[in-house]
């Protein structure tokens, strides 16, 4: 089970950092984290990726830069830091696994609940 946290109201500019706690099963080598957002009216598309183990990092355009994603792998812990946010970054945030690095949505097997994160200008 994936259990996202840490979204909220916020003027643009600022920071903040999302979470997501990881329960349950076993993590295997291949296992992918990701972070994945969804604004109104629209699809929902890839923002970030870390490989459980290696901890290697894959971000969209739209958010290189700014965001950063990372693990804890002992406390089982993906979090995604978000500076210098503006109101288009305004979405619900979903924190998902996948066995690969496909961005495609569809590829992802397990996904957490969402954080909605509202950027005000």
């Known amino acids: 089970q994936l259990q996202a946290s840490g979204g909220g109201l916020v003027q643009a500019g600022v920071s903040l950092r999302l979470s997501c706690a990881v329960s349950g099963g076993r993590i295997f080598s291949s296992s992918v984290m990701g972070w994945f957002r969804q604004a109104p009216g629209k699809e929902r598309e890839f923002v970030a990726r870390?490989?459980?183990?290696?901890?290697?990092?894959y971000y969209s355009d739209s958010v290189k830069g700014r965001f950063t994603i990372s693990r804890d792998n002992a406390k089982r812990m993906v979090y995604l830091q978000m500076d210098s946010l503006k109101p288009e970054d305004t979405a619900v945030y979903f924190c998902?696994?996948?066995?690969?690095?496909?961005?495609?949505?569809?590829?992802?097997?397990?996904w957490g609940q969402g954080t909605l994160v509202t950027v005000s200008s």
């Open positions: 870390i490989r459980w183990f290696s901890g290697t990092t």
């Open positions: 998902a696994r996948s066995g690969n690095v496909d961005i495609n949505p569809g590829s992802w097997d397990t």
